[in-house]
């Protein structure tokens, strides 16, 4: 991976949760020298540069046409006019990697044209800390090698998995858009703690390591959610007074709706 010349071409959160990833240095995965950002703000662009040290160029066909690896990491809506600006500059046997919502891997063959190697991930923003999720599907002309180097890229940064491609909606919907959840819990948590009399220092604190805590206990005790939920849950205490709340207003619907709702906007940005 060293060796490989690697481009950004989008540099929003994502895109730089991968570049911070990719230069951290347990994982080593580029060197500095070897990654370039693309985007249209040089505002961003010059900001980019300062934090990581990496090569950034407002010109798409500078960026690109050296690649090996191209991230497609633009705004779904987007990704239309930034295909067909970057096809005419993509070298032959680069990577293609889109980590773009709803856009097929279809949709991006047919835009660049020719036999293009096209993999298609939904990771999501805890790879910047070597925790995340990636989904990963291929393209109809990305090979096991394509493939491995995906997998290697963000299996270093968390989890990832191969899948098929009407899967990725799904994932999208539960881990793409989750860290979201989390914290909207989280900040719920704080709030409510605050509303009960704690102070704001105390109520953010005491909510973040609840959240960090059951999550380092889920990822390391093998037990499911559910068994571990039932362990913490003591027959008329006070946690299963909470959940008796949360049960009564159908808190398992309103997940269920809301998931429901990011997997269909996902098939939506598809179109």
Known sequence: MHDKVITFVGA??????????MLNAD?????????????IMQEKLDAIKDKYGIYVSADKSEAVSEADIIFLAVKPQNIAQTLEEIKPFIKK??????????ITTKFIEES???????????????IAVGLGATA????KFADTEDLQSAKF????????????????????????????????LCELMQNAGEELGLDKMNARDFAVQTVFGAGKMLAEAGADAAVLRQNVTSPNGTTQAALKYFKSQNLSDIVLKAMEQAAQRSKELSK
């Open 136 to 139: 990963l599907c291929s393209g």
């Open 12 to 21: 929003g959160n994502m895109a730089q949760a991968i570049i911070s990833a």
């Open 153 to 184: 890229i963000f299996g270093a940064m968390g989890i990832s998995r191969l899948m098929s491609e009407d899967k990725i909606d799904a994932v999208t919907a539960l881990s793409g858009s989750g860290p979201a959840y989390v914290f909207y």
């Open 27 to 39: 994982l080593r995965l580029a060197r500095p020298k070897k990654i370039i950002c693309n985007d």
């Open 112 to 126: 660049l044209g020719g036999e293009i190697a096209v993999v298609r991930a939904m990771p999501n923003t805890p």
């Open 93 to 102: 046997g680069a990577l293609v990697i889109s980590i773009a919502a709803g």
